[in-house]
Nanobody, 128 residues
Framework: QVQLVESGGGLVQAGASLRVSCAASGRTISRYHMGWFRQVPGKEREFVADISRSGGTSHYADSVKGRFTISRDNAKNTLYLQMNDLKPEDTAVYSC?????????????????????WGRGTQVTVSS
C-alpha cells in the first residue's frame, strides 16, 4: 500500500500564492492516477484537479481553472498543487489521493470514489 502525507498549508491573504505537497511512501506513485480534493465542514468533498500517471494529462474544476496547477515528480514520489490568486472561497482542507484503477479517458477521475488511498489533508485558510 502507499501512504500519503500532505504539507505546505497555512494562512494567507487573498491574492497570495501557496504550494501544497503530497509525499508518498511504500509504493511508487508512478503506478497511480493522482488527484487533489478539498472539503469544508458540512459540505461534500470537492474535486480540485487530477493528473495522469505520466503527468501528460491533467484536469481542473471550473472554480480553480487558470489559477491552480497540478504537477507530479515521480522520481521524488511527490505530487504538487500550485495555488495562485487565492480567494476566501478556496479555504478548505486539501487532501491528495491515489487511484490504481482510475482511467482518465473514461471520465472516472473527477469524483472521490475511484481513489482508494488518501492523505489526512492540510489546512489552507485565505483571509480577505
Amino acid at each position: 500500500q502507499v501512504q500519503l502525507v500532505e504539507s505546505g498549508g497555512g494562512l494567507v491573504q487573498a491574492g497570495a500564492s501557496l504550494r501544497v505537497s503530497c509525499a508518498a511512501s511504500g509504493r511508487t506513485i508512478s503506478r497511480y492516477h493522482m488527484g487533489w480534493f478539498r472539503q469544508v465542514p458540512g459540505k461534500e468533498r470537492e474535486f480540485v484537479a487530477d493528473i495522469s500517471r505520466s503527468g501528460g494529462t491533467s484536469h481542473y474544476a471550473d472554480s480553480v481553472k487558470g489559477r491552480f496547477t497540478i504537477s507530479r515528480d515521480n522520481a521524488k514520489n511527490t505530487l504538487y498543487l500550485q495555488m495562485n490568486d487565492l480567494k476566501p472561497e478556496d479555504t478548505a482542507v486539501y487532501s491528495c489521493a491515489a487511484s490504481s484503477g482510475c482511467q482518465g479517458f473514461l471520465g472516472t477521475c473527477k469524483t472521490p470514489g475511484p481513489y482508494e488511498y488518501w492523505g489526512r489533508g492540510t489546512q489552507v485558510t485565505v483571509s480577505s
